[in-house]
DNA sequence: CTGGGGACGGGGCCC
DNA sequence: TGGGCCCCGTCCCCA
């Protein structure tokens, strides 16, 4: 049985660079979906254009900002528009190099994404010809509170301090809707992103390496919790007894056998066991016969 | 069979 | 963008 127990099986395969993987950084593991530019809630007023029917600034990340036509990012409005696409209108003259890999207006329908919080970041912009692109429109009418100068993510409301975050956070939205699969070359399981299965290819080529005994690890601070068991060293000590452990977790673990109330409760005859591991273990012992 | 400790994998968050 | 750290969770093993 595996220990990795979050690995995401998805139907169909795709297999990465594991060159790029192992030695290089990912500079564009996203997928297409996630090739948006998470903006921030308060735009600047200068970012809305002046008059209708300006002629398209130079493309820059501001001036999409700036001048993206809300509705035709709704997907509804997308399909039920008439008159020629603006998406297929871009993408009839993509400028060289740029072009996503999958159309961006599918990118944006499978996503279902609110508008504003996903703009295309390597695609002629859409303009609108209305010019009613004041900041306010801009937001439109799925903005949600948010505190000044913070980031918040539209789907889920979730606060975040710092423009990275929020993208980060984003792209866990992207994997929920439009799952990727990356193979591990070594024992064939599925990631949703390349940077998921750079962190499990890891466990395989094990680069943390114990000077004590040698064993490998994934991660340098799996290799320090071992070197613990080298070197007894225990710094996380019980505050109801004088017991000590070298993981914190295990700690954790060890304070629910202080703890009074027992979380997991069995269903057929509610004898309670502190760790969810015992309820499965107590449940499959056949406490629990099925119907 | 149960309780608990040891070890470790993976994702999220912060810097 | 990557590393460090934390948290959650799991499996293995032993008493």
Request: net charge positive; proline share 11%; glycine share 6%.
């Amino acid at each position: 049985m595996p220990r990795s127990f979050l690995v995401k099986t998805h139907p169909g395969h795709r297999v990465p660079n594991y060159g790029r993987l192992e030695t290089q950084r990912e500079t564009d593991g996203t997928c297409a979906a996630c090739r948006g530019l998470v903006v921030p809630l308060l735009l600047p007023d200068k970012a809305a254009p002046s008059t209708p029917g300006d002629p398209a600034p130079p493309w820059d990340c501001a001036s999409v900002i700036a001048r993206i036509s809300l509705p035709l990012l709704r997907n509804e409005e997308a399909q039920g528009a008439s008159g020629p696409d603006p998406l297929e209108v871009n993408r009839a003259e993509p400028r060289a190099g740029w072009a996503p890999s999958v159309p961006l207006k599918d990118s944006l329908n499978h996503l279902n994404l609110p508008p504003l919080l996903v703009l295309p970041v390597r695609w002629p912009p859409i303009l609108s010809t209305d010019g009613d692109q004041a900041p306010d429109r801009l937001l439109g009418a799925e903005q949600v509170p948010h505190p000044l100068g913070g980031f918040q993510c539209f789907r889920c409301l979730k606060p975040y301090h710092t423009l990275a975050g929020l993208a980060r956070h984003r792209q866990l939205h992207c994997q929920e809707q439009a799952p990727r699969c990356f193979t591990c070359k070594y024992c064939d399981r599925e990631y949703a992103s390349p940077g998921a299965l750079k962190m499990h290819v890891r466990t395989h080529t094990l680069p943390c390496v114990c000077t004590f005994c040698g064993k490998a690890f994934s991660r340098p601070w799996l290799l320090q919790g071992h070197i613990r068991t080298h070197t007894g060293e225990k710094p996380y000590a019980c505050s109801h007894c004088s017991r000590a452990f070298a993981d914190r977790s295990n700690l954790r673990a060890h304070l629910q056998t202080h703890s009074d109330t027992k979380k997991y409760q069995c269903k057929s005859c509610a004898k309670a066991f502190s760790r969810m591991s015992l309820l499965v273990r107590h449940e499959e012992s056949g406490c629990c016969p099925g119907p």
